[in-house]
């Protein structure tokens, strides 16, 4: 059964410092791997979106890694603003299958 | 850009009553998905839809149905509701052609009292 790990599960950082948040999954045959904003009370926004045959994307100041193999990806995000300040949640797609799995999510504060 | 919009943002019911939550997406995607989230226990599938009128159970249906007639909409229906089903629930599209990228709605706050 697949479970998704985030760690840490808070984090607080000084706004214009480089940060990665960490995503683990226990079962590397996955079909896709998508990253998620959360504001508070509101739905999901994708962020980026990583393929089975990728290694990473790139939206702006975001760059999402994969490495199925060790079962790992990583979000990281450059010169942070507080307007980053969000639940960060990773999600695993599984092949033959339209469902996500899940992490708990990074609660991410950036200090102005 | 992709859209999925919920009937409503907040919601309020007594025990018992019939609650219909409502999902719209206006990509032309195949799949639709309806998930709650309540804190410690993150987003649980409750069903998902690849089709018209078909549907297939998540990870907790119980308590819940759901209805797909036409390909854009896609329906929540708790036929009791119960004080356990206090929650947000979130609604999603994703077209295959795309990797199944999901695109999420702004959620529905329901509180059943």
């Known amino acids: 059964k697949q479970e998704v790990t985030q760690i840490p599960a808070a984090l607080s950082v000084p706004e214009g410092e480089n940060l990665v948040l960490n995503c683990s999954f226990t079962?590397?045959?996955?079909?896709?791997l998508q990253w998620f904003r959360q504001d508070p009370g509101k739905g999901l926004t994708s962020l980026l979106l990583i393929q089975s045959s990728q290694r990473e994307q790139t939206s702006g100041r975001l760059n999402a890694s994969l490495d199925k193999s060790s079962g790992r990806s990583t979000l990281y995000i450059a010169a942070s603003q507080p307007g980053d300040s969000a639940t960060y949640l990773c999600?695993?797609?599984?092949?033959?299958?339209?469902?996500?799995?899940f992490g708990s999510g990074t609660r991410l504060l950036v200090r102005p | 850009d992709v859209k999925v919009t919920q009937s409503s943002r907040y919601l309020v019911k007594r025990t018992g009553e019939k609650v219909f939550l409502e999902c719209v997406q206006d990509?032309?995607?195949?799949?639709m998905f309806w998930y709650r989230q309540d804190p410690g226990l993150g987003l649980r599938l409750i069903y998902f839809s690849y089709d018209v009128k078909m549907k297939e159970k998540g990870d907790i249906p119980e308590g819940y149905s759901v209805s797909r007639e036409k390909k854009e909409r896609f329906s929540l229906i708790l036929e009791s509701a119960s004080t356990n089903q206090t929650s947000m629930y979130l609604c999603a599209s994703s077209t295959t052609s795309e990797w199944n990228e999901q695109y999420f709605g702004p959620g529905t706050r329901l509180t059943v009292t």
């Open positions: 999600a695993v797609g599984m092949d033959s299958s339209y469902k996500l799995i």
């Open positions: 990509m032309d995607h195949e799949n």
């Open positions: 079962d590397s045959a996955i079909y896709n």
